[in-house]
């Protein structure tokens, strides 16, 4: 019965979390998380800036009850320009309950991190953690691996106490 009922949550989650509309729409959609990223910290502008690439994720469904679930479209560029597209999608295990979309984005900080990132199949481990945006977030990220990720809430109410790591998937633009 435990069994049973354990994989109804996790079937349901699933749901939740794909059936969020986590689609990036347009470059403009894009331009619009980061401009809220940027008047959200003065300080994001220069990570932007500098970095050799990022992807950003307008809409990430989450949505967790003991297993939990997460899911999002992006749009990826290197050295500012729109390159590809990206799926996120992250499966967490521990003392969780709720739901929430939030906004990513993952920086990469040479050529090296972005190329690793585009050959598909990329993860992070639950090793690698995420800065929330508040103002003077900035000035806490760092890269790990030529990778830094910084969070911004959108909406929902989450208690989490869980491990998890985040696959991504990525599909090239063609000119």
């Not at 590809?84 to 499966?91: M, P």
């Not at 000035?139 to 989450?158: E, F, H, Q, R, S």
Request: charged letters at 20%; hydrophobic letters at 45%; proline letters at 2%.
């Amino acid at each position: 019965m435990n069994r049973l009922l354990t994989m109804g949550v996790f079937c349901l989650i699933v749901l939740i979390a794909s059936a969020h509309p986590a689609v990036a729409q347009s470059d403009a959609e894009v331009q619009e998380v980061i401009k809220k990223f940027e008047e959200g910290d003065p300080g994001m502008q220069a990570w932007f800036k500098e970095a050799y690439g990022y992807v950003v994720f307008p809409s990430v469904g989450k949505a967790g009850f003991g297993i939990g679930g997460a899911r999002g479209k992006g749009l990826v560029y290197e050295q500012r320009k729109l390159v590809g597209k990206s799926t996120l999608t992250q499966v967490t295990i521990g003392l969780q309950f709720g739901g929430q979309a939030f906004s990513e984005v993952v920086f990469f900080k040479d050529k090296t991190a972005f190329d690793d990132f585009t050959r598909e199949n990329f993860e992070f481990g639950a090793q690698v953690s995420a800065v929330a945006l508040t103002t003077g977030a900035s000035a806490d990220l760092a890269y790990n691996g030529g990778v830094a990720i910084v969070t911004a809430t959108k909406g929902g109410l989450m208690y989490e106490a869980s491990v998890g790591g985040q696959k991504f998937d990525y599909e090239k633009i063609e000119d």
